[in-house]
């Protein structure tokens, strides 16, 4: 079945790129992403994975723990690495799950029969530190993911956790932010001692308040 936001995310055992992992486990109370490839040695994958890990430390700074997922064998993800690493000026730093069994794939419901009933499409779980599901993204083989976006969710995740203000379209960090629906103007004015500014009664910015 479709996993939802608000999920658990699936807890499993799996062999990596960097050893044996009980997910909950290693994720203990950071936040995660967990993306999957369609296969090893495809163009548009090895591009992804060597961006993010050279962008490894922006999810470090947001305390995310960040993991790929293929269905090809260990021996295969090892010889993909040093390719990687050779053509897309990185070296790995994160694990890369081995599911030949498809069992971690089926239980996030990566595969999609209709397009290809073997191999995962490109799925993004964001999980929070409670081991909920936060953000589902679905993409296709042929359309490499946008990293920058993704870290950009993830800044409005964390800040929307804490604090009851929603970002806007195109929201970046240090923008102004909405006040949640749910606060009256009173609390708002107590709430966002920068201000608060009404341009409708639902529409309502607040500076950021965490900066
Ligand atoms: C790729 O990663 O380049 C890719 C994988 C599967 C289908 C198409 C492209």
Not at 88 to 109: K, L
Request: aromatic residues 8%; proline residues 7%.
């Amino acid at each position: 079945m479709a996993l939802r936001l608000g999920d658990l995310a699936p807890d499993f055992t799996a062999s990596t790129t960097e050893g044996t992992i009980d997910f909950h486990q290693w994720l203990g109370d950071s936040w995660g992403v967990l993306f999957s490839h369609p296969a090893d040695y495809t163009p548009v994958c090895t591009t992804e994975l060597g961006t993010v890990a050279r962008i490894k430390s922006e999810f470090e700074k947001r305390k995310v723990k960040v993991i790929a997922i293929s269905v090809d064998p260990l021996n295969s993800h090892q010889g993909w690495i040093k390719d990687i690493n050779e053509t897309q000026r990185c070296s790995m730093n994160f694990p890369i799950i081995a599911d030949e069994s498809r069992r971690v794939a089926t239980a996030y419901d990566m595969i999609h029969p209709n397009v290809d009933d073997r191999a995962t499409v490109r799925s993004v779980f964001v999980i929070g530190p409670d081991k909920r599901i936060k953000l589902t993204l679905t993409y296709p083989a042929s359309t490499g993911r946008n990293f920058a976006e993704i870290l950009r969710v993830i800044d409005s995740l964390q800040l929307t956790a804490n604090h009851k203000v929603a970002t806007p379209a195109d929201w970046r960090q240090g923008e102004d932010c909405i006040v949640s629906p749910s606060v009256s103007d009173a609390d708002a004015q107590k709430l966002f001692p920068k201000g608060v500014r009404r341009v409708k009664p639902y529409l309502r910015y607040t500076p950021q308040p965490n900066m």
